[in-house]
């Protein structure tokens, strides 16, 4: 079998500091029949009684006394113990590379956390597939091309923040879990647009190597935050401001169901990227250039997605109402494009990243290629 190599330098601890020795435990307990009851004296902060309040007992009621403390500083331990809890001296470590809170932090994350949890769906019970008509073909064309990439990029977005996840401090669980939530999102999305395609008499359609070099691009960003910056910032800032426009995408209620579902949830993933810039940029200004290399680079590959037709097209298609509409599906993509940049523009001013000045994304549609 082969031998996994761990070279982080980060591991202050190993599985050897955990003896593993034969209990005299349970033979002295069968002895005695005294038990030891030594852990109950070995506890955290104790005798506190956290009350639900009028959505139940959320996170935010459980940030009591010594509980509710965020530290700056993950637990060098490294390990999973529960913030809070009496942590013995040879728990081993799991390597954890992400243990400044500003690396990961988002003010609001306990917040969408609960929203997340509150607000989850489900791709085969809430949509209407049953209503879904036959459509002309240029439009179930044009769908499913649209499903096909979203369909391919929706998953990134579960893949690229979980791998980071996996680095990242218990001590600040609160994001982690909202992590966790927005992998369940992303599922959801990637099996919704698949099942469209393939509901209505279509299928898929063609992948798209730009496509995928920018996924894979967030995928080997150099830092969470970078990441969060080319991901939350641009790509699902992108995706999310196509689906607010949704009922003016969709060619039925069905896809319009689909695409405010899918609303919410990436309302919610931005709204973490977007706060959790905020956070590292005020705690470390000197990262913005980091991010604008990141942007600068993820922004060239999304002027370049709309060398190729398959990226154009299907949208005039939709938006205009069908092929014979074409010249009016581009006037309304030319007005989305305008609100997708604007919107991202605002999120980055948001964040605090004055990105203004080094955008490569031009707001007139038409000059897309004269950028
Ligand atoms: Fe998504
Ligand atoms: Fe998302």
């Known amino acids: 079998m082969p031998t996994v190599q761990i070279k982080d330098e980060a591991r202050i601890g190993s599985d050897a500091r955990v003896k593993l020795q034969p209990s005299v435990y349970l033979e002295k307990l069968f002895q005695t029949g005294t038990p030891d009851l030594s852990w109950m004296n070995q506890h955290g902060e104790w005798g506190m009684r956290a009350k639900p309040g009028n959505l139940g007992l959320r996170l935010k009621d459980i940030e009591i006394g010594s509980y509710g403390v965020v530290p700056d500083h993950g637990g060098d331990h ?11 001296s040879d728990v081993p470590s799991l390597g954890f590379t992400i243990n400044e809170k500003a690396e990961c932090w988002a003010d609001n994350a306990m ?58 401090n218990q001590d600040f669980l609160e994001v982690k879990l909202f992590l966790a939530t927005q992998a369940m999102d992303e599922a959801r999305h990637t ?10 008499g279509g ?28 991901l939350h910032l641009l790509g699902e800032g992108f995706v999310l401001t196509m689906f607010r426009q949704g009922e003016f995408i969709a060619p039925s209620r069905v896809d319009s169901e689909i695409f405010r579902r899918c609303m919410q949830d990436e309302s919610r993933h931005v709204g973490y990227g977007t706060m959790h810039l905020r956070a590292q940029l005020k705690a470390r200004p000197e990262l913005a250039e980091e991010i604008h290399d990141q942007l600068d680079d993820a922004e060239s ?27 009016q599906g581009m006037e309304m993509q030319a007005n989305l494009w305008r609100r997708i940049v604007n919107e991202y523009l605002q999120r980055c001013d948001s964040a ?6 080094r955008c490569l994304l031009p707001t007139d549609f038409t000059k897309l290629f004269a950028a």
């Not at 113990?81 to 942590?87: E, L, N, Q, W, Y």
């Not at 917040?111 to 179930?140: F, G, H, M, N, T």
């Not at 605090?352 to 000045?357: S, Y």
């Open 191 to 200: 099996d919704v647009f698949r099942k469209r395609a393939l509901a209505n």
């Open 301 to 327: 590959i999304l002027l370049q997605l709309f060398s190729v037709p398959e990226s154009v097209e299907p949208m005039a298609i939709l938006l205009g109402g069908g092929l014979k509409h074409f010249d």
């Open 78 to 88: 490294r390990s999973m113990a529960p913030r809070g809890a009496v942590v013995p």
């Open 111 to 168: 917040e969408l956390y609960e929203e997340a949890v509150a607000r989850q769906w489900s791709s085969a019970r809430d949509i209407p597939w049953s209503e879904l008509k036959p459509l002309p073909d240029d439009l179930e064309h044009a769908m499913c091309q649209l499903c096909t990439f979203l369909t391919e990029v929706e998953f990134i977005a579960a893949d690229a923040p979980t791998r980071w996840m996996s680095q990242i």
């Open 352 to 357: 605090g990243l004055d990105r203004r000045p």
């Open 203 to 230: 299928g898929l359609g063609k992948a798209s190597a730009l496509s995928q070099l920018s996924l894979k691009r967030i995928f080997d960003s150099p830092s969470f935050s970078a990441q969060t910056a080319r």
